[in-house]
């Protein structure tokens, strides 16, 4: 079974620029999770998409945003991106989203914004 | 607020020389506790689940172990593939998020 995608691997934005990355779950996965790793602050939470719905959102400013279609694959954008949104965007996916199970993460994007 | 601290941070061992990654958690109503491992520029790759104290699992030269407030994650003779960051994260009643700790850094020397 193929295992969760991400595309682009790597970006580098210039501030201001607004970025689009994307996430493919494993084929039956229709939750996809979103986290930002920096080396400072670990991995922390983005949101949470289910049946093209946002369940569950982090605390991030409102640039961060996403949305999921109907086949589950899921975008994120981050709008105006600033000097610190550098980081490794990674996707995760599991099969309902339901407390407990195990999500499975995709090999992540690389974002730098000079 | 659900909170996760590993360590140490890091640890170097010769190969062949068994040690134990500790992750200590405060949560309020534990719904697992997952151990991942990553490598350099690459996303956590899922090792277990653990959902009750007492509870543990194994893999190969890996063993995880769970209590009502840590879990151990046992490298028993590892070797230079081992060497990777060991992440620690908890989810409980009080969110969907997973909390991770910022992890462990493993270094196995030939």
């Known amino acids: 079974k193929a295992g969760v995608t991400q595309t682009p691997r790597y970006l580098i934005k210039t501030r201001g620029q607004q970025v689009t990355l994307s996430c493919s779950p494993i084929s039956g996965h229709r939750s996809v999770s979103w986290y930002q790793q920096t080396p400072g602050q670990g991995l922390q939470f983005l949101f949470e998409y289910f049946s093209e719905t946002q369940r569950n959102k982090g605390n991030f400013p409102g640039r961060f945003s996403g949305r999921q279609f109907s086949n589950s694959r899921s975008e994120m954008n981050v709008s105006t991106l600033e000097l610190g949104d550098s980081a490794l965007y990674l996707c995760a996916s599991s099969l309902l989203g339901t407390v407990g199970e195990t999500q499975y993460f995709g090999p992540g994007t690389r974002l730098l914004v000079l | 607020e659900d909170q996760v601290t590993q360590s140490p941070e890091a640890l170097r061992l010769q190969e062949g020389e068994s040690s134990s990654l500790n992750c200590s958690y405060t949560?309020?109503?534990?719904?697992?506790l997952f151990w991942y491992r990553q490598d350099p520029g690459k996303g956590p790759e899922f090792l277990f689940t653990?959902?009750?104290a007492g509870e543990e699992k194994e893999k190969e030269r890996l063993k995880a172990t769970l209590t009502k407030k840590e879990s151990f994650l046992h490298i028993t003779a590892p070797k230079p593939e081992d060497s990777a960051t060991y992440l620690c994260?908890?989810?409980?009643?009080?969110?969907?998020?997973?909390?991770f700790g910022k992890g462990t850094s493993l270094l196995v020397t030939p």
């Open positions: 994260a908890v989810r409980g009643d009080s969110g969907y998020a997973l909390n």
């Open positions: 949560v309020s109503g534990l719904r697992g």
């Open positions: 653990l959902y009750s």
